[in-house]
């Protein structure tokens, strides 16, 4: 086995072990320093940090709600949803598509028509 490192293995090391808060007061410094200067290095700290958080959000995952206060809030959803406010805006969201859906076969009936005209279909 190898146990050659390369600086780029050891910057590596360094920036791990300060983003996890582990390296002595002068190294840490230096490090920080070398952060002032170096925007790839920030670049691969925030990457570090970015890690360390999915990972410690994978292994906490948030708790468990209870299962009668979550059938409450769904039905205050459904409840609220069938208002004539919340109705108007269903609508509202309907007509884009509904005009698009137009538009693409009228296109297509004029493009039917076209081809049918030049005998191509």
């Keep these: 086995m190898n ?3 390369t600086p780029w293995r050891r910057q590596e090391r360094e920036l791990s ?7 002595p007061s002068q190294e840490s410094g230096r490090v920080a320093e ?21 990972v410690g959000a994978a292994l906490h995952p948030p708790a468990i709600p209870d299962a009668t ?3 409450r ?10 208002t004539p406010a919340a109705i ?6 309907v007509s884009p598509v509904l005009v698009a859906s137009v538009g693409i076969l009228v296109t297509a009936g ?3 028509a076209g081809l049918r005209k030049r005998g191509i279909v």
């Design 3 to 5: 146990t050659w490192t």
């Design 17 to 23: 072990a300060y983003a996890d808060a582990e390296l």
């Design 34 to 54: 070398r952060l002032i200067f170096n925007a790839d290095a920030r670049g691969r700290l925030a990457a570090f940090r970015e890690a360390s958080r999915m």
């Design 69 to 71: 206060e979550s059938s």
């Design 73 to 82: 809030q769904v039905l205050e959803h459904i409840a609220a949803a069938k």
């Design 88 to 93: 108007d805006r269903a609508r509202r969201r």
């Design 110 to 112: 004029i493009a039917w």
